[in-house]
């Protein structure tokens, strides 16, 4: 199968091995992860790797905590601002998206916000660069990856004030300057493994400054204490999410996803870009690495686009319900040979169908 999905999505086939294995008998003591105690020794070492690969591969140093939280990243829509954001006080939001306007929704329950930077004139097909960020603000909040729209943040923008960023569909595909953010979260089920989990990565100086009252298992500051154990977490999850940290250090790093990523997109992309039947979504220059996103206007083609793939093992190019057209993810662990198989198919898709489109 070659697996399109944009999240849960495909992993790499020895982290599937070793996670099959950990459920008959983990690390060879004759019980399952599934069974054993989030407070074991067991267990504390799977947290505390996967805690140490995270700061291995982010280059971050004692002034970032690392989390694994429940949830997902759509509970961090609302727990960032209930932590950083009193009813009095402003956030810089960018609404580049799908999920960056549900983070602005949640947002505006807890304090004001500001939209500094929106997309939305021209259905988010591009990213704003030019805006600038009030120095009141208390952070700047946006989504590096846009996983249904199909564009990327190709940099990080320019503030003083602390950056939060959703970082669920482009974490550790690439090496970035991490210590820049405030905070950083993402679900684990598209780069880092399977759902469940959310990492979480904090700056502690900017914790504890509002004022409200925060319910005990959504303070940021309890889960530090805490180590990640405040309540049972979601063992299997950061089990799998350390197999897959393992992976990627094992496979060179973030240096090595980002080569990976930028061999598979250009592929990708120079063959959208050759055959006419297929429209790209966005703007090139702000094109995600992760989601290709296109279209073939006649709607009965991409139907027929849409079944060959299925009949050719090529799954989740259905884009997302709410834009419709076609998306390719290209997460971490996507072979090469799955991006050579799907631009076979569109070459040949396109050699049967040009003329009828062009004469159209
Ligand atoms: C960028 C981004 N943010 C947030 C979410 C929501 O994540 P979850 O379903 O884990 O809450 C997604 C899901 O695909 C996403 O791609």
Not at 114 to 126: C, L
Not at 225 to 235: D, F, Q
Request: hydrophobic share 40%; net charge neutral.
């Amino acid at each position: 199968m070659h697996n399109f999905n944009s999240g849960p999505s495909v992993l790499p086939q020895e982290v599937l091995k070793q996670a099959a294995e950990g459920i008959h008998d983990f690390n060879g003591i004759g019980l399952s992860i599934l069974e054993i105690g989030h407070r074991t020794a067991w267990f504390g070492d799977v947290l505390s790797e996967a805690r140490s690969l995270v700061k291995e591969l982010m280059n971050l140093g004692d002034e970032h905590e690392v989390l694994f939280l429940h949830g997902g990243a759509t509970t961090q829509f609302m727990q960032v601002p209930m932590n950083l954001l009193d009813n009095s006080e402003t956030a810089a939001y960018c609404d580049n998206g799908i999920w960056g306007s549900k983070a602005i929704k949640e947002a505006k329950l807890f304090g004001n916000v500001d939209v500094v930077a929106s997309s939305k004139d021209k259905n988010h097909s591009y990213i704003v660069k030019n805006f600038s960020v009030p120095s009141t603000a208390r952070y700047l909040h946006y989504t590096t990856n846009n996983t249904v729209e199909g564009t990327e943040w190709h940099f990080i923008p320019e503030t003083n004030v602390p950056l939060v960023a959703d970082m669920s569909s482009d974490i550790f595909s690439r090496p970035m300057n991490f210590s820049r953010f405030g905070l950083i979260y993402a679900g684990a089920q598209k780069n880092m493994g399977a759902a469940g989990v959310n990492l979480v990565v904090v700056r502690k100086d900017i914790l504890g400054k509002v004022k409200r009252a925060i319910p005990t298992i959504m303070d940021y500051r309890n889960h530090i204490e805490a180590g990640s154990l405040l309540n049972t977490p979601p063992v299997f999850a950061v089990y799998v999410a350390m197999l897959t940290l393992r992976w990627i250090k094992k496979e060179g790093g973030l240096a090595e996803m980002e080569r990976r990523s930028i061999e598979r997109a250009k592929l990708f992309y120079n063959t959208l870009d050759s055959l006419p039947v297929f429209k790209p979504l966005v703007v090139k220059e702000d094109r995600s690495l992760m989601n290709a996103t296109f279209t073939i206007e006649d709607p009965e083609l991409e139907k027929e686009f849409l079944d060959e793939c299925r009949q050719n093992g090529m799954v989740g190019v259905k884009g997302h319900r709410s834009v419709g057209g076609l998306r390719v993810s290209m997460y971490n662990a996507l072979p090469l040979s799955s991006v050579e198989a799907i631009c076979g198919l569109m070459k040949e898709f396109h050699a049967r169908h040009s003329t009828v489109t062009m004469k159209a």
